[in-house]
């Protein structure tokens, strides 16, 4: 959802393409007054997960547990997280980035 709901009196003007752009899978729109949040325009289909997952009580928290296994050595997966912060940094700041001619391990 975007950071500034939309105000109601602009819903109601483009209310008939807001519906049609929910109903297509573009993502829920917030609606709003004095810029906060008062109701959210969600697609039919979105709207049935939700009651579906609030009546069976399946919605369990996101988890990535059990899904990660490592195919390197701790040392290496550390000195690939030093590579990648460092690359990070320099997008970052705008600084040049690290020399890529270094020998990375397998």
């Known amino acids: 959802m975007s950071s500034k709901p939309l105000a109601i009196s602009e819903a109601r003007r483009r209310l008939s393409a807001l519906v049609e752009r929910v109903a297509r899978g573009a993502g829920?729109?917030?609606i709003g007054k004095y810029g906060n949040e008062r109701a959210v325009l969600v697609g039919a289909d979105q709207y049935a997960r939700l009651v579906r997952r609030t009546r069976?009580?399946?919605?369990?928290?996101?988890s990535l547990e059990g899904t990660l296994s490592l195919t390197c050595s701790p040392e290496e997966l550390i000195a690939e997280r030093r590579r990648l912060g460092e690359l990070w940094?320099?997008?970052?700041?705008?600084?040049?980035?690290?020399?890529?001619r270094t020998k990375r391990r397998r």
């Open 28 to 30: 829920p729109i917030a």
């Open 56 to 62: 069976t009580g399946t919605e369990q928290p996101a």
């Open 89 to 100: 940094l320099a997008g970052v700041t705008g600084r040049a980035k690290p020399d890529r």
